[in-house]
């Protein structure tokens, strides 16, 4: 079993930065890697960022580049998600997941351990 429980959000302000975290426990981590995706009212959860546990890698999409760096601290089972010069578009529920498929890091059918979200509004 995997438990996965994000935490961090909050209301800021544009321009602001914010860090969001993600705690995973459970068996399979060593070859899974970990997501983040955002969903706002009336849109389709999208992909923002992700890492492989064992290499490091990221991958981060195009609309957060350069302002979301996305860590990891093996030791705490910890994912991070460093959210700086944050845009009123932002605003989403954000969450984190596993993934457990060998599919694409950018799918969010790859991933299948989900936290609750938490919630970010950056306000202009």
């Known amino acids: 079993q995997v438990q996965v429980v994000a935490s961090g959000g909050g209301l800021v302000h544009a321009g602001d930065s914010l860090r969001v975290s993600c705690a995973a426990s459970g068996r399979t981590l060593s070859r899974s890697a970990m997501g983040w995706f955002r969903q706002a009212p009336g849109k389709d959860r999208e992909f923002v960022a992700a890492?492989?546990?064992?290499?490091?890698?990221?991958y981060v999409a195009d609309s957060v580049k350069g302002r979301f760096t996305i860590s990891r601290d093996n030791a705490k089972n910890t994912v991070y998600l460093q959210m700086n010069s944050l845009k009123p578009e932002d605003t989403a529920v954000y969450y984190c997941?596993?993934?457990?498929?060998?599919?694409?890091?950018?799918?969010?059918?790859?991933?299948?351990?989900w936290g609750q979200g938490t919630q970010v509004t950056v306000s202009s």
């Open positions: 997941a596993v993934q457990t498929t060998s599919g694409s890091v950018y799918y969010a059918r790859s991933y299948g351990f």
């Open positions: 890492i492989r546990w064992t290499t490091g890698s990221t």
